[in-house]
Structures are given as structure tokens and as C-alpha cells.
């Protein structure tokens, strides 16, 4: 193979950051796709990952359990050809393990799946849940949002830092900047996105609705937003999805899709960073179009 034609491998590296938070050294994932390297005059566009409640850590030595889903799953440990620049930080604990939560207390790095040589691992089966049935739409909300005691919204600098520090340091397309997120990270997206509306060029939470007082900057700055639920998920039910997603229609929002998995449960996730279809939505969007 001629120089001109070689693509550099993928890499997975960890980038360091001062952290907010406590003043200390935390760390994160930077996934190069393939032919980062040489492909010199290239500006490639960006996926801020945000992960769910267990992947949470010390963002050092147990960095690698935001490796268990997602996009940076897909990407490292099932080799899928994914064109973006991936950006993993990892949420601490903020006393969750504290808690007695089962999938927190008994995980354990061994489970983190490996790139393999050759081949890849075999994939978790989705969780089972009940029949498939019409769940009524929630009218009314608290003014507290969904999961802000111990969520992303206290990383909100950091992730911010993070960002600044990435573009600084690769050769990122400063309008293709995407974000995404499951359950808690799929509210870290909403919360980022409301806060942040001009920051990104699309987002899309993951099982995780958006509270009808963050949806205003959001509809305001029509950011393109592609939200999904799973159908049997009793966790985070589509039931309470329907309110939001109506207001950014009320609102006048033109640039958003409601996708329900109504055979899976709450890892609906698992179909979604699999396919196709998300990461070319991300492509088609650009702050550059919006800008214009």
C-alpha cells in the first residue's frame, strides 16, 4: 500500500484535565477514527459522550467502565467504522456507591469488554420487560429537574473545559460539535444542550425526557434534537417524554424526531449506538448551516 493510501489505526488515548470540581487531575477518553493521523488538512467532527449511572468513577483507574456502552463501545471494543472524534468524560460518584445500588456495588473492571486482536466480543442481550402496552402522557411536573442532585449538571464546567481543552489540542470541526447521552447522561444532554444551545450542532438524549423548563433555549435556538425511549423501559417510562416533546412543538421547533422503541426496555440504547441512523443524522447537521 502506497503512503497516500495508508489510514492510520484507530486510537484510544486518555487526556487529563483540573477538574473543577476539587482542584484534582481527572481523566478521559479521546477515541482518533481511522486515518486521523494522516490525513493532516482534516477537521474532524466530534461526539461529546455522556454515560449513564454505572459507568460513574474516579476518572482514573476506573475510566474504563465508560467503555461498557455507547458510542466509544461500539466504536473500540466492536470496531465499528465510526467517522467522529469521540470525547468520553466520566461522572463521579457524588455518594451513589454510598447508596447500596446493586450495579454499582457489584461491577467490576474484569466485565469491561476488551478490543480483541481478531474478531469482537459477544454483545450483552437486551433486558427483558413486560408486554408491549399505550401508556398515558404526564401533565404535570415538579420544578425540581430529573436526577441534578448527583448528575452531569455538576460537571457542566468541566465539561466545558473539557471541550475548550479538545479543540485546542485536535483537529476538530468547530461546527460539528454533537452531543449525546443515555439515561443520566441522556439528562446531562438535555440539561447541556438548554444551557449550552449554541455550543452544539445537534444532540440526542437516550432514554432520558426533557423537563418542560429546559425546553425553551432548546426551541429557541431550534437545536437539532433526536430523543429516544424504549417502549418497556420502567425506569425512565415514555410516559413522562410526551410533554416536553409537545412544548418544543408548541414552541415552534422544526428540527427534532421522537423515536419510541416500543419492544425494548431501557437499554434501547443498545439498538440506538449500533446502527447507522444517529450517526448520520449527527453528519447531516452543521452550526455553519445554522449560522448562515
Known amino acids: 500500500m502506497s503512503c497516500d493510501q495508508y489510514e492510520s489505526p484507530e486510537e484510544l488515548i486518555r487526556h487529563s484535565y483540573p477538574s473543577s470540581l476539587d482542584n484534582t487531575d481527572r481523566e478521559y477518553y479521546v477515541y482518533l477514527p481511522k486515518g486521523y493521523h494522516n490525513q493532516h488538512d482534516k ?3 466530534v461526539i461529546l459522550f455522556l454515560h449513564g449511572d454505572g459507568e460513574r468513577g474516579n476518572g482514573l483507574d476506573e475510566l474504563a467502565y465508560t467503555r461498557i456502552h455507547g458510542p466509544l463501545y461500539e466504536a473500540w471494543a466492536m470496531k465499528k467504522n465510526l467517522p467522529f472524534v469521540l470525547i468520553v468524560p466520566q461522572l463521579p460518584m457524588f455518594g451513589r456507591d454510598t447508596l447500596g445500588i446493586g ?12 478490543r480483541l486482536e481478531n474478531g469482537v466480543p459477544d454483545r450483552a442481550p437486551f433486558f427483558t420487560g413486560p408486554p408491549i402496552q399505550s401508556s398515558p402522557m404526564v401533565e404535570e411536573f415538579s ?3 430529573p436526577l441534578f442532585d ?9 465539561l466545558l473545559t473539557i471541550l475548550e481543552k479538545s479543540q485546542r489540542e485536535l483537529r476538530i470541526d468547530p461546527n460539528k460539535i454533537y452531543l449525546s447521552g443515555l439515561s443520566y447522561g441522556g439528562f446531562g444532554t438535555w440539561y447541556m444542550g438548554s444551557k449550552h444551545p449554541d455550543t452544539f450542532a ?8 426533557g423537563h418542560p423548563r429546559i425546553i425553551p433555549p432548546i426551541a429557541q435556538h431550534n437545536l437539532p434534537i433526536w430523543v429516544f425511549a424504549g417502549g418497556k423501559d420502567l425506569t425512565i417510562e ?28 431501557h437499554d434501547a440504547w443498545k439498538r440506538v449506538y449500533s446502527g447507522d441512523e444517529l450517526y448520520n443524522w449527527f453528519l447531516s447537521h452543521s452550526l455553519k448551516d445554522t449560522n448562515d
Open 143 to 145: 420544578d425540581d429537574l
Open 150 to 158: 448527583d448528575g452531569w449538571n455538576l460537571m457542566e464546567e468541566d
Open 202 to 209: 445537534a444532540i440526542a438524549p437516550v432514554v432520558a425526557w
Open 238 to 265: 415514555k410516559k413522562y417524554f410526551y410533554k416536553g416533546m409537545a412544548l418544543l412543538e408548541t414552541l415552534g421547533h422544526t428540527k427534532m424526531q421522537f423515536t419510541i422503541h416500543e419492544d425494548l426496555g
Open 43 to 45: 477537521k474532524w467532527p
Open 103 to 114: 450495579y454499582l456495588q457489584n461491577r467490576s473492571l474484569s466485565n469491561v469488554p476488551e
